[in-house]
C-alpha cells in the first residue's frame, strides 16, 4: 500500500509537470565575420582540367587568360615575398630568386605569366592599334598602379632613369 500510495503521487507529479518553453530565437540576426584564404596548389602531372590550362603557352587571349586566373595566387604569394616585382614594361622580374626546386619554381611561374602577359599585349596593341613598345608601357603603368603598397614596381627617377622602389 506505501508503493500504491508512492507511485499514486508520482504519476500524478509527472502528469502535472507541463513542458518548459524554451525560446531559441535571437532578437537580432547572429552576424558571423569571417576572413579565409585558400591556397590551391597542384602539384605534378595530370589529366585535370587545371593541369590543362596550367600548359604551354598556346590558344589564344582566351587560354591565357584563363592561365594567368590559375596562377594568380602563386604570383601574388611571389610579390608578398618580395620576390618580384612589376618591371616598366608590365613584365614581371624575378628580383630574388630562392635556391633549390621553389626557386625554379617561382622561375617558371614568371615565365609562363610574362609569356601569357606578352600574348594579351599584342593582341590588345592590335586592337588599338599600338605598337608592342607603347602598350608595354601602358600595361607596365597599369600594373604599377594596381600594386599593393610595400610590394616592388620598378620607377622613373628624377634624371629619368629607372630604379626599384617599394611601392608607397
Do not use: H
Given at each position: 500500500?506505501?508503493?500504491?500510495?508512492?507511485?499514486?503521487?508520482?504519476v500524478?507529479?509527472?502528469a502535472?509537470?507541463?513542458?518548459?518553453?524554451v525560446?531559441?530565437?535571437t532578437?537580432?540576426p547572429?552576424?558571423?565575420?569571417?576572413?579565409m584564404r585558400?591556397d590551391i596548389?597542384?602539384?605534378?602531372?595530370g589529366?585535370?582540367?587545371?593541369a590543362?590550362?596550367?600548359?604551354?603557352?598556346?590558344?589564344?587571349?582566351?587560354?591565357?587568360?584563363?592561365?594567368?586566373?590559375?596562377?594568380?595566387?602563386?604570383?601574388?604569394?611571389?610579390?608578398n615575398?618580395?620576390?618580384?616585382?612589376?618591371g616598366?614594361?608590365?613584365?614581371?622580374?624575378?628580383?630574388?630568386?630562392?635556391e633549390?626546386?621553389?626557386?625554379?619554381?617561382?622561375?617558371?611561374?614568371?615565365?609562363?605569366?610574362n609569356?601569357?602577359?606578352l600574348?594579351?599585349?599584342?593582341?590588345?596593341?592590335?586592337?588599338r592599334?599600338?605598337?608592342l613598345?607603347?602598350?608595354?608601357?601602358?600595361q607596365?603603368?597599369?600594373?604599377?598602379?594596381r600594386?599593393?603598397s610595400?610590394?616592388?614596381?620598378e620607377?622613373?627617377?628624377?634624371?629619368?632613369?629607372?630604379?626599384?622602389v617599394?611601392k608607397?
Open positions: 500500500m506505501k508503493n500504491s500510495a508512492f507511485f499514486s503521487a508520482f500524478l507529479l509527472v502535472g509537470c507541463r513542458p518548459l518553453d525560446n531559441l530565437s532578437p537580432e547572429i552576424v558571423v565575420d569571417v576572413n585558400v596548389y597542384e602539384r605534378g602531372g589529366s585535370s582540367a587545371t590543362r590550362v596550367q600548359g604551354t603557352p598556346g590558344g589564344g587571349v582566351p587560354a591565357a587568360d584563363a592561365r594567368r586566373r590559375a596562377r594568380m595566387g602563386d604570383i601574388q604569394t611571389f610579390k615575398s618580395r620576390l618580384v616585382g612589376e616598366r614594361d608590365g613584365l614581371l622580374v624575378v628580383l630574388e630568386q630562392p633549390g626546386s621553389y626557386g625554379k619554381f617561382v622561375a617558371k611561374t614568371v615565365a609562363e605569366e609569356a601569357d602577359r600574348v594579351m599585349m599584342r593582341q590588345l596593341a592590335t586592337e592599334s599600338l605598337s613598345e607603347e602598350m608595354q608601357k601602358q607596365g603603368e597599369l600594373w604599377r598602379n600594386s599593393f610595400g610590394e616592388w614596381i620607377k622613373v627617377g628624377d634624371g629619368g632613369s629607372w630604379a626599384w617599394q608607397p
